[in-house]
């Protein structure tokens, strides 16, 4: 059947593409169908035609799928941040396990019946909202040129103003607010992307869920902040500021922070604290973060430029997973690649030799020789470069060795020339924490074919009402066995 653009279809979704646009089959078409979710019926306009598919915009839902749920944002729709805050809960981890699955077996070349057999299930949050430390609001202008702030429009740069996002803290809206308040009073301009004028580009806030401690760094298209003491305090009486700076970025890019920052309030970091748990706890469903735990923690400093996940309740699991899989014993010598501030590598560090981690950001780095030190663990040393360049060197130049090796690149997956390395050194285990199950698989499919064997995986449900999903994967040298 021939379809034009747009004819009306009426079509049933079937399926759920990795970006959770709905799909569904009409004519010997695939239709993606972005807000559609899996099990609706609907009414479609068809907008682009193409080879054997064609995209389509939802006109009316003519059957909601059992599915369905009420969502809390108004602007989930127009926002390109929760791209499944329609599904319920339980939907949203069926999705995420499935899409994780296809990804290993179509890209990484793994049997279903293997798949069957390693894959754990899915950890996923109790409570899937308010969950994210971390956020960074856009500043701009609205038509009348009054400065708002908010989120993106999906792919575009066009900001939806809404202070109160459903995914992160409520001080985030006090914060904001002060903000805006200022930037009227005062007159200060926001940035303007097309003409590169206006001064407060961004603002990022953080907030450490054990401490309490708060940290907003304002990013600015210039040097300083006029009536800067008027804000500063301003938002000193928040409860939990601990820390004001800003960020200079005069680049036209996307790139949110500058290249430093300059505390301006306060302290320089912020402070939190990680505890990691058994197995059988994170299997009940026991929360760390809100409740006990039997493990001391261990305390982090975080400064505005360095990474740190997101969601500080699923991480305390993530990270519990990674270690039951690094089975470490108090002997091994392990390498962290790809370390950030040296979370998991402090850890690993209490229960085995030696760890060395690796991480390309200075600042990162500097932050996680001071949270060694910070929890007296001596056996962590850091190493400042990209892996697929310290490796190697290290490899031939110094003949390091490693019995367990944990990596947790960024979405983009491992550089071949660290997984070279990698296969050379031969690690017993190989501990992969992925943010990107596509890149996961094509590595793993990698390593697999030079050694190593899939023993176990597992999805962590880091991010909530979005299509994002953390997986933790143990692959073992066969040889060894
Ligand atoms: N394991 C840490 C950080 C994971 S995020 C944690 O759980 O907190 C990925 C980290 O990889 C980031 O800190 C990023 O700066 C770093 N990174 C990105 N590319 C890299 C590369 N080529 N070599 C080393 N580190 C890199």
Redesign the pocket.
């Known amino acids: 059947m021939e379809y034009r653009k747009d004819d009306i279809i009426t079509l049933r979704i079937d399926d759920m593409g990795t970006d959770g646009e709905g799909i569904g089959k009409a004519g010997g078409f695939t239709f993606f169908v972005k807000d559609a979710v899996i099990g609706d019926t609907v009414e479609a306009k068809v907008m682009k035609v193409k080879k054997g598919y064609a995209y389509a915009r939802l006109v009316r839902i003519v059957e909601p799928s059992p599915n369905r749920t009420e969502p809390r944002c108004p602007y989930h729709r127009q926002c390109g941040g929760c791209q499944i805050q329609a599904l319920d809960y339980a939907a949203q981890l069926a999705f995420k396990e499935h899409k994780v699955r296809n990804n290993l077996n179509r890209i990484g070349g793994f049997s279903m019946e293997l798949l069957d057999r390693v894959m754990e299930p899915i950890v996923g949050m109790k409570e899937p909202f308010y969950y994210r430390n971390k956020a960074q609001f856009p500043v701009g202008a609205d038509k009348n040129g009054e400065p708002v702030t908010g989120f993106y429009a999906g792919r575009t740069h066009a900001i939806i103003p809404n202070t109160d996002c459903a995914l992160g803290v409520k001080e985030n809206k006090m914060i904001l607010e002060i903000l805006l308040g200022y930037m009227k009073k005062y007159k200060v301009a926001p940035y303007d992307e097309e003409t590169g004028e206006g001064l407060i580009r961004h603002i990022l806030i953080r907030k450490g869920f054990t401490s309490g401690e708060i940290m907003v760094c304002i990013i600015l298209n210039g040097e300083k902040l006029p009536q800067e003491e008027r804000l500063v305090e301003q938002l000193r009486s928040v409860k939990g500021m601990t820390s004001i700076s800003i960020s200079i970025n005069r680049d036209n890019t996307n790139v949110i922070m500058g290249k430093e920052c300059r505390t301006i309030w306060g302290r320089d970091t912020i402070s939190d604290v990680i505890h990691v748990r058994s197995i059988g706890d994170i299997n009940a469903g026991r929360d760390i973060v809100s409740g006990s735990s039997d493990d001391e923690g261990i305390s982090f400093a975080i400064s505005p430029m ?4 997101v969601n500080p309740v699923q ?1 305390e699991k993530l ?1 519990s997973i990674a270690l039951d899989y690094a089975e470490l014993t108090g002997t091994e010598t392990v390498w ?6 040296g ?2 590598s402090l850890f690993m560090a209490k229960r085995a030799k030696q760890v060395y981690g ?4 200075g600042q ?1 780095v500097a932050d996680a020789r001071k949270n060694a030190a910070r929890n007296n663990i001596e056996n962590a040393r850091f190493y400042v ?4 360049e310290v490796l190697p060197v290290l490899y031939e130049e110094e003949g390091i060795y490693a019995d367990v090796i944990c990596v ?3 979405r983009k997956g491992c ?1 071949a020339a ?1 997984l070279e390395t990698i296969v050379k050194m031969a690690p017993r285990r190989i501990v992969y ?1 992925s943010c990107d199950s596509a890149t996961l698989a094509r590595d793993l499919k990698y390593l697999c074919a030079n050694g190593y064997e899939l023993r176990r995986c597992r999805a962590a449900d880091l991010f909530s009402q979005t299509v994002h999903v953390e997986m933790v994967v143990l692959l073992t040298y066969t040889v060894h066995q």
Not at 358 to 361: A, L, R, T
């Open positions: 360095s990474f740190y996940q991480t990270y962290d690649l790809y370390c950030g501030i979370t998991i690796v991480e390309v950001v990162a470069g990209k892996a697929e947790d690149p960024p550089d660290c924490v």
